[in-house]
């Protein structure tokens, strides 16, 4: 698979791998002392849980992260900055985001994890850094693509902590 510009690909052998990339990303959000919005796509069964699990985590979170299947998103609100988990699978229209007052929760100073970020289009924000998670032999690939300055600046922290295209 060839890369696009600016791409940066990661085998992740296990789930441990997964919430490890995971953990490496809230790292480099912490670096930022910003907050961004990331697309995390894939098939079902991926791994895009598993992946905010380990953000979570890594930021100080010490209970359960679930999926936002049913209640769309998932606050972490206690978390530097603030967390906000979206899971869009179960959303009929873009429009019902509107409903949940969803512009009030992209700021300079939250991250926003979204999984099937495909049926919020056209009301969700453009994101700063996507993570394609695609089946790979055994394991899975997390492609890293930045989309902004913001997620540039955010690949580049994964980049300083060790994240390396494989």
Known sequence: MANSPGEVVVFLAD???TEAVGRTLAAAV???GRGATVFLQGNLG????????????????QGAVKSPTYTIVEPYEHLTPRVYHFDLYRLGDPEELEYLGIRDYFDKLSLCLIEWAERGEGILPAPDLRVRLEPEGDGR?????PETPTGKELLD??????????
């Open 15 to 17: 789930e441990a791998a």
């Open 141 to 145: 690939l997390a492609v890293f693509q």
């Open 46 to 61: 991926m791994g895009k849980t598993t992946l905010s699990r380990g953000v979570m985590r890594g930021m100080g979170h």
């Open 30 to 32: 912490g670096r930022s």
């Open 157 to 166: 922290g994964l980049q300083a902590l060790g994240l390396t295209n494989g």
